[in-house]
């Protein structure tokens, strides 16, 4: 785990020193209606998941679209969350752990509120999206258990943005229910 950390925080590095090159270079140029950026963070199993996963992580990318008229932005998303399971996870080997993923493509509306011309304005954001779970791990023979399948799901939550010299940061907090597998993401990410 301290491997994966000192990546996570190598990678978060190089990200933020890119976009800050990039909003160095940016220009006075009018706004154009759409953005690219990424996500990062921690992804909490609660319910039914929170039994059988620990903590884990997310990592994924994102595209939004602002139509000047309207008050809502759109919000594309592709992401990749990670959790360890714990011993037990598989009811028929109950000293098997592993790991469960998954893999969303979510369509999402974020309503901004607040001044407009505000350096840090919160936001509410909800969706709908579809959801491939997955878990594996290895049994003691050498072989290993696996199981995936894939649903549609909904989110809700909030969030702040703020806006830097040609790029904005984010914090946001999601409640993801999908299935029988429910989950909060607390994602901090960029967009330019």
């Known amino acids: 785990m301290p491997r994966f950390f000192?990546?996570?925080?190598?990678?978060?590095?190089?990200?933020l020193i890119a976009v800050t090159a990039?909003?160095?270079?940016?220009?006075?140029?009018?706004?154009?209606?759409?953005?690219?950026?990424?996500?990062?963070?921690?992804?909490?199993?609660?319910?039914?998941?929170?039994?059988?996963?620990?903590?884990?992580?997310?990592?994924?990318?994102?595209?939004?679209?602002?139509?000047?008229?309207?008050?809502?932005?759109?919000?594309?998303?592709?992401?990749?969350?990670?959790?360890?399971l714990k011993n037990g996870a598989f009811a028929e080997f109950p000293d098997v752990g592993g790991h469960a993923s998954v893999l969303d493509l979510v369509g999402n509306a974020l309503f901004p509120f607040g001044d407009a011309a505000s350096k840090t304005r919160p936001y509410l954001i909800a969706g709908l999206g579809v959801y491939h779970a997955s878990s594996s791990g290895d049994l003691e023979s050498g072989n290993s258990i696996s199981r995936s399948d894939t649903n549609?799901?909904?989110?809700?939550?909030?969030?702040?943005?703020?806006?830097?010299?040609g790029f904005e940061t984010f914090a946001e907090l999601r409640y993801h229910i999908v299935s029988n597998t429910s989950f909060i993401p607390i994602s901090f990410g960029f967009k330019f």
Not at 30 to 47: S, Y
Not at 53 to 73: C, D, I, M, N, R
Not at 152 to 165: A, C, D, K, Q, R
């Open 6 to 15: 000192g990546r996570l925080l190598l990678g978060t590095g190089a990200l």
């Open 22 to 84: 990039h909003a160095q270079g940016t220009s006075n140029a009018p706004a154009r209606p759409w953005k690219i950026g990424g996500t990062l963070g921690a992804t909490i199993p609660v319910g039914d998941f929170s039994n059988v996963a620990e903590l884990g992580w997310h990592l994924g990318g994102l595209f939004e679209y602002k139509q000047p008229s309207l008050p809502v932005t759109w919000r594309g998303e592709i992401t990749y969350h990670r959790n360890s």
């Open 152 to 165: 549609f799901g909904v989110n809700l939550g909030g969030g702040f943005n703020f806006n830097l010299s």
